[in-house]
């Protein structure tokens, strides 16, 4: 089975129903975290750039906490939402987003109409995705980091709930075997502060990167994405029941290079939860994730 980089996507999705006043599990944010409103471009962050030389690194001041273990592979989210520092080959540096990699979000109110909006501040420059709902409002909510945990504080008066997500890189105390594995750690935290119930979904989509990493180059364009495919998990174990894409693709002669491996995405589902997946999709458009 062959599918092609735009073919390669997948949507993710867990919807849970808000019927309390309140539901917020996480840990507060500390005080000491670095703060900027969503989206909001730095003041006087100076308009020219520095000839750098001897492999110096300028990607301007869109950035984000990585998340990915120590000395395992990273990557980034930028404060304005879209994910575009990647380091997953050691020593190879690429700043590139990849639009269909997004978080997205409806809510709907109890007799209300819904909203259904990309959790990104910005929207691509190539017509990738067409029919998605982009820009999400500058400024309608902050970002706080204060590694191994940043924080996105979604605050828009379009949405009935209050929603909040934790990323979380897995840096333990005392432990160095778990803190050196290359995961990302994402959790939902959401309040309900009307007097009607709230349907919150979240979106996830990502791509199948198999291959995008062979070079030194700064971006994608030696991308190589041949065999590449996508397979349902659907697992039960002591955690709970789990759900989930593993990215992968056809090796005739075994792993061999250092770019290539293994990707997944999943998540537990839990009491007034539902969880859906679509395991490819066209991001021509997009259409076929974004109208249900």
């Not at 994402?186 to 291959?211: C, F, I, Q």
């Not at 999709?281 to 076929?288: D, I, L, R």
Request: glycine fraction near 10%.
């Amino acid at each position: 089975m062959r599918v092609s980089a735009s073919r390669a996507s997948l949507v993710f999705i867990f919807a849970f129903i808000l019927n309390c006043n309140w539901l917020f599990a996480g840990d507060a944010i500390p005080k000491a975290a670095w703060r900027r409103p969503i989206g909001q471009p730095l003041e006087n962050a100076g308009g020219v750039k520095p000839n750098l030389k001897g492999g110096m690194i300028d990607d301007g001041y869109w950035q984000g906490e990585p998340v990915g273990g120590f000395g395992s592979g990273t990557f980034s989210r930028t404060y304005r939402g879209d994910f575009s520092r990647w380091h997953i080959k050691s020593g190879a540096h690429k700043y590139q987003t990849v639009w269909s990699n997004q978080f997205a979000m409806f809510q709907q109110q109890e007799g209300g109409s819904g909203v259904a909006q990309v959790l990104t501040a910005t929207h691509p420059d190539d017509g990738a995705l067409r029919s998605w709902k982009w820009d999400y409002p500058v400024g309608a909510g902050d970002y706080y980091s204060l590694y191994p945990k940043s924080w996105y504080d979604y605050r828009w008066e379009k949405f009935p709930a209050h929603v909040t997500l934790e990323q979380f890189s897995p840096v333990l105390p005392n432990n160095y075997r778990e803190s050196s594995y290359p995961v990302a750690v994402y959790r939902w935290h959401a309040e309900n502060p009307t007097d009607k119930p709230v349907t919150v979904s979240v979106l996830l989509s990502w791509t199948n990167m198999l291959g995008w990493f062979r070079d030194f180059g700064p971006d994608m364009r030696s991308a190589l994405d041949h065999g590449n495919f996508n397979r349902v998990l659907d697992e039960t174990s002591s955690a709970g029941h789990m759900k989930g894409i593993l990215f992968d693709r056809v090796r005739p002669q075994g792993v061999k290079d250092d770019f290539d491996g293994q990707w997944a995405i999943a998540t537990l589902e839990s009491p007034g939860v539902e969880v859906t997946y679509q395991a490819t999709f066209e991001p021509t458009s997009g259409a076929e994730v974004w109208t249900p």
